[in-house]
């Protein structure tokens, strides 16, 4: 409804607003957001307004936002007011400061907004550089013990249930998908780690807690196994090594926004994968939507009577296909011999 009515968008948020526990809810700084001019008030996903500007396409584009940032709402509003009742019940005080501030940051970070710390009045400058950092902070507090530690004693256990339901969730899906014969990713050094595998296509079911966890392992062990070829590197030995340093800036350039990303690879003028960079494709990439670049690389791996494979894509799984690594000799601009890969 709110996708498609801006009035069943006021509505919703209205009836937030009329709740008995909304001055609560301000109190725990729970995230409700809107979708007016100010743009730290918005979801950081759509931290810009240009794309609701477009004739005709921007109708689209405020809707799809609309119904994204009024169900978060209600979602985080639902998820308060369930666990606020639950407390109730345990004897818990829930007008006391420490547990409302808590339940907030619990459910703001399992809701994919956490806190910035330091850097929260830079909340809109640092969209610009990274795609949704506040969701890159609510995966790095969620896997942080001490994020745990420091919660009230009812918020901890609900956060917990919550980690724990999560994890063995997953743990079920994977192990459907091995009974079923196909492969898995086991080894935590490799970029394929707890990732399902369909012939060269992965399904990442994690949102966005796999590439954290594996960049953590990679610099604990001081290794790490490529993907495509299942070799594996001891971070900082060999020919050009890979050191932890460069661990840390594939992450954080995984992270970037579209604009910045772009300007990394021209710069830089070779993709990872060894390809020379061409402006003119990188544009293009940059507008199609991910679902659709996932539906054409699945078509393409697998025939497009399997295309049905890329439909996780579009309810938050991502969807990668890519193969082995080919090597080829090719000329610098400078006419020398070079080994790139294909």
């Known amino acids: 409804?709110?996708?498609?009515?801006?009035?069943?968008?006021?509505?919703?948020?209205?009836?937030?607003?009329?709740?008995?526990?909304?001055?609560?809810?301000?109190?725990?700084?729970?995230?409700?957001?809107?979708?007016?001019?100010?743009?730290?008030?918005?979801?950081?996903?759509f931290m810009s307004r240009l794309g609701e500007r477009i004739p005709v396409v921007g109708v689209g584009v405020r809707a799809s936002n609309r119904a994204y940032a009024g169900f978060l709402n209600k979602l985080r509003a639902d998820t308060f007011d369930a666990l606020l009742t639950q407390a109730k019940r345990a004897?818990?005080?829930?007008?006391?400061?420490?547990?409302?501030?808590?339940?907030?940051?619990?459910?703001?970070?399992?809701?994919?907004?956490?806190?910035?710390?330091?850097f929260e009045k830079s909340a809109v400058p640092l969209s610009t550089f990274f795609f949704s950092p506040r969701l890159m902070a609510s995966r790095l507090q969620l896997l942080n013990p001490v994020f745990y530690m420091n919660l009230h004693p009812f918020v901890r256990k609900q956060a917990l249930i919550s980690a724990l339901g999560l994890a063995s969730l997953g743990a079920i899906v994977l192990g459907l998908f091995k009974l079923n014969g196909q492969s898995v990713g086991t080894d935590p050094r490799s970029a394929d780690f707890a990732k399902a595998k369909i012939g060269n296509t992965r399904f990442d079911i994690w949102g966005g807690f796999q590439q954290p966890m594996v960049a953590l392992f990679r610099l604990v062990t001081g290794q790490m196994v490529s993907s495509t070829t299942g070799r594996e590197f001891v971070l900082?030995?060999?020919?050009?090594?890979?050191?932890?340093?460069?661990?840390?800036?594939?992450?954080?350039?995984?992270?970037?926004?579209?604009?910045?990303?772009?300007m990394t690879q021209l710069l830089?003028?070779?993709?990872?994968?060894?390809?020379?960079?061409?402006?003119?494709v990188e544009l293009v990439d940059r507008f199609i939507p991910m679902f659709v670049q996932d539906l054409a690389e699945v078509?393409?791996?697998?025939?497009?009577?399997?295309?049905?494979?890329?439909?996780?894509?579009?309810?938050?799984?991502?969807?990668?296909?890519?193969?082995?690594?080919?090597?080829?000799?090719?000329?610098?601009?400078?006419?020398?011999?070079?080994?790139r890969f294909r």
């Open 1 to 45: 409804k709110q996708f498609a009515s801006e009035k069943a968008f006021l509505e919703v948020q209205a009836h937030i607003e009329a709740r008995p526990t909304f001055s609560l809810m301000k109190e725990a700084r729970l995230a409700l957001t809107d979708m007016g001019i100010s743009l730290s008030s918005r979801e950081e996903a």
């Open 299 to 339: 078509s393409e791996e697998h025939g497009l009577g399997n295309a049905w494979m890329a439909l996780p894509g579009a309810f938050g799984v991502g969807v990668q296909t890519y193969g082995r690594k080919i090597p080829q000799v090719t000329q610098t601009p400078a006419g020398r011999e070079t080994i």
């Open 91 to 118: 004897g818990i005080d829930t007008e006391n400061a420490k547990f409302l501030t808590d339940l907030g940051r619990f459910i703001n970070a399992a809701t994919g907004r956490g806190s910035l710390g330091f």
């Open 236 to 262: 900082g030995e060999g020919y050009k090594p890979t050191t932890r340093l460069d661990i840390v800036m594939r992450y954080l350039k995984s992270k970037e926004a579209p604009v910045i990303s772009l």
């Open 268 to 280: 830089e003028g070779v993709k990872p994968s060894g390809e020379p960079v061409r402006l003119s």
